[in-house]
């Protein structure tokens, strides 16, 4: 059964830095999301992006954050500038119609 | 915006026992209401999800009912074993202006002691 992955699964860094975090939906999905779980919460939605765009952004997502579907198979969110508050785990999902969302493993960022 | 309570927060079950873990929905217009298993540091991975042109979905051991008109969404699961022990996180789709957004609840921490 095809799923979501995720690279890397652990990323620490300083803050201040960038970090592109990098997922690989579903083959034949259109829709991609990013949503991010602060430890011990729930999670959040970040981002959605269909057709090349950005279709739907929630308050977290910001100037610092971005997202790319630099070519036919992967999906990025770029953290511009981290701070000690991005710290969380980050689950990309995608979907071949708005739902079902399938995730992905996750990547736990980790800004020191 | 839409917003989804939870609760409880944590249950305890004996093995062979039900679990049953409520959620309420704040958007009339939500209409599609997933389920999420997430093992301790795993994805969470969808088990169960309803359209609000249903009132109940079964599978196996695991069904989830719909109250639209009380805008409350249940998750039970029958003939607990331990390896139901995570967390289970409700959602509901906000659909205003087109959203496929997810909007879930804060978790239920299930333990199944045997």
């Known amino acids: 059964e095809p799923e979501v992955t995720q690279t890397p699964s652990h990323q620490v860094t300083q803050m201040g830095q960038e970090v592109i975090l990098r997922c690989v939906p579903i083959s034949n999905h259109l829709y991609f999301y990013w949503y991010r ?8 939605f970040l981002v959605s992006f269909y057709n090349n765009e950005i279709s739907e952004k929630s308050e977290i997502f910001d100037d610092q954050f971005s997202v790319e579907r630099p070519d036919g198979s992967n999906f990025t969110l770029k953290i511009r500038s981290t701070k000690l ?13 708005a739902v079902p969302q399938y995730f992905g493993p996750g990547t736990r960022l980790l800004v020191l | 915006g839409e917003n989804v309570e939870q ?10 026992d039900s679990a049953v873990i409520k959620c309420t929905y704040s958007d009339s217009a939500s209409n599609y209401f997933p389920w999420y298993k997430q093992e301790l540091g795993k994805r969470p991975q969808l088990i ?5 042109n249903v009132g109940e979905k ?13 805008k409350h969404f249940s998750l039970h699961i029958t003939e607990t074993q331990p390896e139901d022990s995570a967390v289970y996180f409700c959602a509901a789709r906000a659909i205003q202006g087109g959203s496929e957004k997810l909007v ?7 333990t199944v002691n045997p």
């Open chain 1, 85 to 97: 508050e991005d710290s969380a785990m980050y689950f990309c999902a995608s979907s071949d119609v």
């Open chain 2, 104 to 110: 879930f609840g804060k978790g239920t921490k299930l």
């Open chain 2, 7 to 16: 609760h409880p927060s944590t249950l305890s079950v004996q093995e062979g």
């Open chain 2, 58 to 70: 079964k599978d196996q051991r695991i069904a989830v009912t719909l109250n639209k008109t009380a």
């Open chain 1, 37 to 44: 779980q602060i430890l011990g919460q729930k999670v959040e």
């Open chain 2, 48 to 52: 169960i999800d309803i359209r609000s």
